[in-house]
C-alpha cells in the first residue's frame, strides 16, 4: 500500500523534492514547472496554472493506517486529478492513437499511425505530416491547441523512444521481398498488396513488410487477371519485334528488387514519342504525380533516388562524369551520406538500388562503364497520319491497365518457378539481369536463349557506340588495321596515334596531351576493344612500362567518326 502521495510520485521527482517543495508546480510527469519561489511572480503564474500543489509535509505525516483497496482507489483517484501537463496529455493521446515506434537501418524514427481509412501508415517522426497529425488528434481529444513548443518537446521524446526503445526494421519502397514472397504495394490509403510466389499471387491487406510512402507517390490500380502485357504495345513507338521483347523483359524485371537493373536509354528524333514512353512505364512500375523527372541537382541526387523506386529521367542531353557516376551507384546500390542540416557531426545516410530510364535525341551517357549498365531503345519518327493525341491514347491505357498489371504478375509467378533452372555458361555484365530475364522469356514463351541473342546484340551496339565516340579508340583502330599485334612504350603509342588525329584534333580537350594520361583512358575503354578484337595489356618490362595489343580479328570500328561537339555545359551548375 503506498502511505503518501509522495511515496507515488515518479522517482526523479522524489530525488527532488526539496528543490520543487518550495515551489510545489510539478505534474503526474514529474516536470518542474516553477524552479523557485519568485519564478512565480516572475513568470506570472496565477493561482490557477499553478495547481495542484501537494503540501509534501502534510502528505507525508498522513497515515492511511491500513491496507485495503478502498484507501488506495481513493488514493488514485486523487492523483488522476492531478493536472496533466500539455506535453504529458500529447504523449498519453500517442499512445492510445498509435501501434509503435521503430527504427530503419539509417537511424531514422518512425511512427506507425492509423490513417482516416483506419489502415496503418508509417509517418517519420521528423516529418511535417507526423506534427500536424499529433496536433489533430490532440484537438480532437481535448478541443484546444498546442503550441509549437509542446509540440517540438513531445516529437523530440518520440525520436528519442523510436531509436531506444523501438525495434529495427528495414523500409521498403514500393516492392519487397520477404519470406519467399514477392511484394507490391498499390500504394493507396485503402489499398492492400500484391503477394507473388510460384503458385500464383493475390491481393491482401495484411503484410509482414513495411513500406515507407512518400507523397508524390500515387495509389496503382487494382490488377485485373487474365490481361495480356503485350498489349503494352498498342500504346507505344516500337516496331521492331527484338526490341520489343527486351523491352517487356526489362519492365516485368522492375519489378523484382535484389539485383542490378540496367539504365533504359531511349533515344531518337523530336516526335518519337519519348517521353510519353517513360510516362506510361511510369504508370506501370511506380505511379508518382511526377510522371518525369529533370536530373538532380548533386546536393539532392540521393534524396531524389531514396524516394523513387523507378525514376525516369526526361529530355537529358548531357550527363557530366559525375552524373554518370552516380548513375552508376545507383544502378549497382551504394551508400551515400549526406550532413543532417543545423548540425556539425550527425550523418543521414541513404541506401538504395533503383531502376532508371533516361531519354534525349542522342543517346545519352557515352562513359563505358555507364553503357555497360544500360539496354539501347532507338525510336523512329512516328508519321503525322499516325499520330493521335496523348489524352486519347491516356484514357484507353489507362482502361488496359489493370489487365496488363495483372499479366505482369502472372508472369512473375511463373518466373519464380523458373529462375532456379536458369543455367548461363557465359554471364554478360549485368548476369542478375540476365538470370531473370532467362526466366521471364521463358515465362513469355520467346525463349531464353532468344532473349540471350537479343540482349548480346544490345550490348554490341553499345561496345560499337564507346568505340565510335571515343578518340583514342578511333586511333588505335586505324593504327592496328595493318597489324596483328604491336608492342612499345606509352610514349611512342602516343606519338604513333597523333600520326593518325584529323586536322585541328590535337588541341580537342579529348585527346590527351601526355602518354600517362592516354594510358588511363586507354584503361578505360580495353573491354570495349577486346570485345571489337583488339586485345591491350599494360606491364613493366626492364622498371619501364609497356603497352602491348594483340589483334584477335578484325576491329569493327576502322574510320574516325563525327565527334560530338566539346562546348558542353555541366546540368549541376545551369
Known sequence: MIKSKFDALPEIVQAEHQSIFRSGIYDVYGEIIGRNPGD?????WTPVRINPIIDFE??????????????????????????????????????????????????????????????SEIVSC??????????????????????????????????????????????YNRVAWCDGFLWYDLGGPDTGFVRINSNGWEITDKNPILFR????????????????????????????????????VWLICCFIPGFPHPILNIYGPQGSAKSFLCKLLRRLIDPSMLEVLSFPRETDFAQVFQHHWFLPFDNIS????????????????????KRVLFT???????????????????????????????????????PEEKRKSEAFVLKEFDAALPFILGSIFDVLSKALAIKDTVIIEKLPRMADFAQWGCAIADAIEIGRENFLRIYRKNIDEQNNEVLNQDLI?????????????????????????????????????????????????????????????????????NKQRMISIRKTSSPSLLSPQSRPSTDKVDIFNL
Open 58 to 119: 502534510e502528505t507525508n505525516n498522513k497515515d492511511h493506517g491500513n491496507d485495503n483497496d478502498d484507501g488506495d482507489d481513493e488514493f488514485n483517484n486523487d492523483v488522476s486529478n492531478i493536472k496533466m501537463s500539455c506535453t504529458g496529455q500529447l504523449l498519453r493521446i500517442f499512445e492510445k492513437s498509435s501501434d509503435c515506434l521503430f527504427h530503419d537501418g539509417s537511424q531514422e524514427p518512425y511512427a506507425i499511425i492509423k490513417n482516416n481509412f483506419g489502415y
Open 126 to 171: 521528423k516529418s511535417n505530416s507526423f506534427k500536424s497529425w499529433l496536433a489533430q488528434k490532440y484537438w480532437k481529444n481535448t478541443g484546444k491547441t498546442l503550441n509549437n513548443n509542446v509540440l517540438s518537446s513531445a516529437i523530440t521524446t518520440l525520436q528519442g523512444r523510436a531509436l531506444y526503445e523501438g525495434k529495427k526494421i528495414n523500409l
Open 473 to 541: 579508340a578511333q586511333m588505335i583502330c586505324q593504327f592496328m588495321q595493318d597489324k596483328d599485334d604491336w608492342t612499345g612504350t606509352p610514349t611512342q603509342l602516343h606519338a604513333h596515334l597523333r600520326e593518325y588525329l584529323p586536322d585541328g584534333m590535337e588541341k580537342d580537350r579529348s585527346w590527351p596531351k601526355r602518354p600517362n594520361s592516354m594510358s588511363q583512358r586507354i584503361n578505360c575503354i580495353k573491354p570495349n576493344l577486346c570485345a571489337a578484337g583488339l586485345v591491350i595489356q599494360q606491364f613493366t618490362e
Open 318 to 337: 548531357y550527363l557530366s562524369t559525375s552524373s554518370s557516376d552516380l548513375l552508376c551507384k545507383a544502378v549497382t546500390g551504394d551508400g551515400f551520406s
Open 213 to 248: 510512402r512518400y507523397s508524390h507517390q500515387k495509389s496503382q490500380v487494382n490488377p485485373i487477371k487474365g490481361g495480356n502485357s503485350r498489349d503494352l504495345f498498342e500504346f507505344i513507338n516500337i516496331s521492331d519485334s527484338d526490341n520489343k521483347n527486351l523491352l517487356l
Open 40 to 44: 512565480k511572480f516572475k513568470e506570472k
Open 344 to 382: 556539425d557531426d550527425d550523418d543521414k545516410i541513404y541506401s538504395f538500388q533503383r531502376c532508371l530510364a533516361i531519354n534525349g535525341i542522342n543517346i545519352i551517357g557515352i562513359k563505358p562503364d555507364l553503357l555497360e549498365r544500360s539496354i539501347l531503345l532507338e525510336l523512329d519518327r512516328i
